[in-house]
């Protein structure tokens, strides 16, 4: 199955760990308040083998994974959980507004710089207008407001990254999730929407480019599978990241897509760890009527 392979993108991903690399814990800490654990992701290595085959079990008619006796899909929740989004983003879905700015206004929002400045720096490709990320990167790297920085900086992991469609451009659509970057929205569902519909798309085609973030949907893919080691008390902790610990544990990338078409074939539900080990219950049960 010909999917877009990850490393022409490589070149950027390393632009990006090299930014989060030189900040200090003060931006990092206002990066991690207003988006969560994107940075985490940067350290998520695709593993293509792995991943080809996990698109060839993708079921487009039902939106879900169909592994041997196991049918599995990604949750709202789980996604919520790994990106760790800012508690104040919940509730508030993202949704298209009516009166949605131009793609200029939102870039003016969202650098703080002229209309001159961006007009002359959008770019037509195809059918959707974008901006280079070069320039984005020039700003992030000199802006002297810290906090356009890093509205920056997440507009840059959210299009080469989390929405990589135009390689080294960042694409309109994408600006959107910054409509309005004060009235912070969740972008868990257009994240996982455009991963079920990218999978669906490239299991009809019988390939194409996946349009989605394949380090989230691995790191998602790990937690469940191979009884993961007991998870340690630190899950509990406020500060506790599964994303970073998932970027952290080692793994083997010498096995072939056909071997893992294999391993997912045969697979039987005594090897999935059907709640991932990081979802903590928000409400725990204790009594019912009479009984403890």
Not at 55 to 63: E, G, H, I
Not at 156 to 179: H, N, P, R, T, W
Not at 275 to 283: G, K, L
């Amino acid at each position: 199955m010909g999917l877009h392979s990850h490393h022409r993108n490589s070149k950027y991903l390393q632009d990006l760990k090299e930014i989060w690399g030189q900040w200090d814990d003060e931006i990092k800490q206002l990066f991690y308040c207003y988006y969560g654990d994107l940075p985490y992701l940067l350290d998520i290595k695709v593993d293509e083998h792995l991943f080809r085959a996990l698109a060839q079990y993708w079921n487009p008619t039902y939106s879900y994974f169909t592994f041997g006796k196991v049918d599995l899909v990604p949750t709202i929740k789980e996604y919520t959980v790994l990106l760790r989004c800012p508690k104040n983003q919940i509730d508030r879905v993202y949704s298209r507004a009516a009166n949605v700015l131009t793609f200029l206004k939102k870039l003016m929002n969202i650098t703080g710089m002229s209309e001159q400045w961006v007009t002359a720096r959008i770019k037509q490709k195809g059918d959707c207008k974008c901006i280079p990320w070069r320039i984005l990167k020039d700003l992030v790297l000199a802006h002297p407001d810290m906090k356009k920085r890093v509205d920056i900086f997440a507009l840059g992991i959210y299009g080469l990254v989390v929405f990589s469609k135009a390689l080294g451009y960042i694409d309109e659509a994408v600006s959107d999730l910054f409509d309005r970057p004060d009235k912070k929205v969740t972008p868990i569902l257009v994240v996982l929407a455009e991963t079920f519909r990218s999978l669906s798309a490239c299991r009809r085609a019988g390939e194409g480019r996946f349009i989605g973030c394949a380090q989230l949907l691995l790191a998602w893919f790990y937690s469940h599978f191979w009884k993961v080691e007991k998870v340690s008390y630190r899950v509990f902790s406020e500060n506790y990241s599964p994303l970073k610990e998932l970027a952290a544990t080692p793994r083997r990338y010498d096995i072939s897509e056909e071997k893992w078409m294999v391993i997912l074939q045969i697979l039987q539900d005594k090897y999935v760890e059907w709640r991932a080990p990081w979802m903590i219950p928000d409400e725990i049960l204790y009594r019912c009527g009479d009984f403890d």
